[in-house]
Nanobody
């Protein structure tokens, strides 16, 4: 069964850190670029960043640049989103998604129509 599963969300205080994981089962992640997205209550889904398949290049939304880092471990079939210096406005459900098997680079700004598989998301709450 083809599946993407996000994990690592939870409640964290402002200024804290979390690392989200995006694990694949039923297929190999290393043929895809991967995007991270989030959706806050009452808001549209937005792109957080992405990592390219070919060379690991990363791109980030201005709102998270310098605080969030995307990495991948192909041996573990997992992509990570390290989130530091978290702010209340980072509160959202976070999703990962694959983009275009065997494509070289991820799309930034993100192209939602190019995304193949989506996880169900993990909730991140930043609050004191």
């Amino acid at each position: 069964q083809v599946q993407l599963v996000e994990s690592g969300g939870g409640l964290v205080q402002p200024g804290g850190s979390l690392r989200l994981s995006c694990a694949a089962s039923g297929f190999t992640l290393d043929i895809y670029s991967i995007g991270w997205f989030r959706q806050a209550p009452g808001k549209e889904r937005e792109g957080v960043g992405c990592i390219s398949r070919s060379d690991g290049s990363t791109y980030y939304a201005d709102s998270v640049k310098g605080r969030f880092t995307i990495s991948r471990d192909n041996g573990k079939n997992t992509v990570y989103l390290q989130m530091n210096s978290l702010k209340p406005e980072d509160t959202a459900v976070y999703y990962c998604a694959t983009e275009g098997a065997y494509g070289s680079s991820c799309s930034w700004p993100p192209n939602y129509y190019a995304m193949d598989y989506w996880g169900k998301g993990t909730l991140v709450t930043v609050s004191s």
